[in-house]
Structure formats: C-alpha cells, structure tokens
C-alpha cells in the first residue's frame, strides 16, 4: 500500500484542520488504518485508529473529544478532523495502514506500511 497525506498547515489555537491520507497499491478495505503524529524532539505517538468497515474507532486519550477518524472506502481514504486544536498538538502527523488487528495498534511497529507524513503546527 502506498500512502500520501496531506492537509497539514498553519492554523490558530482553537481551530480546525482536516487531513487526508490516499492509499493505493492494494485494497484499501483489508486494511485497518491509524494516524500518529511525532512533535520535535519526541517519539512517534498513537493517535487513532478506524475499523477496516470505519465502525470501530480508537482514540489516544489526548485528542478523544476534538480529532475523529474516519474513511471512505469508495475512495481509497482516511481522513482526521482536528477540532480545537491546541499548541502541543503541533507535530508531523502520519497515516499508517495494519493489515492485522491486534492488541498493540497504538505501537508504530505494528503497521505494515506509513506515509511521508504532514506537518500541522497550532500557533497559540
């Protein structure tokens, strides 16, 4: 699967930024698909994941309430709403594709294939 997300930009504190991630090569729907981000400085961090269906979603406890994931599988697509962002959501968000499901879908190894990313910086 090849991946191409897009989207990230400058926005104000208290804004909303929508992301994109393209995904060809392969059939998008046998794919459970996540989103992390990596601030400078730090390590790659979970931050969602959608069902291969899109009924199922999964949130790190930082953004659940502001950020929804969803996809459109007529489309090839996985988006990420960013609702209220905030200053510390500054980072390079990246989409990711795990064609397992498991226990550990918050840990970056246990994705098969990433992005190039797409920087998204809150100014405050």
């Known amino acids: 699967v090849q991946l191409q997300a897009s989207g990230g930009g400058l926005v104000q504190a208290g804004g909303p930024l929508r992301l994109s991630c393209a995904a060809s090569g392969r059939t998008f729907s046998n794919y459970l698909m996540g989103w992390f981000r990596q601030a400078p400085e730090k390590e790659r961090e979970f931050v969602a994941q959608i069902s291969r269906s899109g009924g199922s979603t999964t949130y790190a406890d930082s953004v659940k309430g502001r950020f929804t994931i969803s996809r459109d599988n007529a489309k090839n697509t996985v988006y990420l709403q960013m609702n209220g962002l905030k200053p510390e959501d500054t980072a390079v968000y990246y989409c990711?594709?795990?064609?397992?499901?498991?226990?550990?879908?918050?840990?970056?190894?246990?994705?098969?294939?990433w992005g190039q990313g797409t920087l998204v910086t809150v100014s405050s």
């Open positions: 990711a594709a795990d064609r397992w499901e498991s226990n550990y879908y918050a840990r970056p190894g246990s994705y098969d294939y």
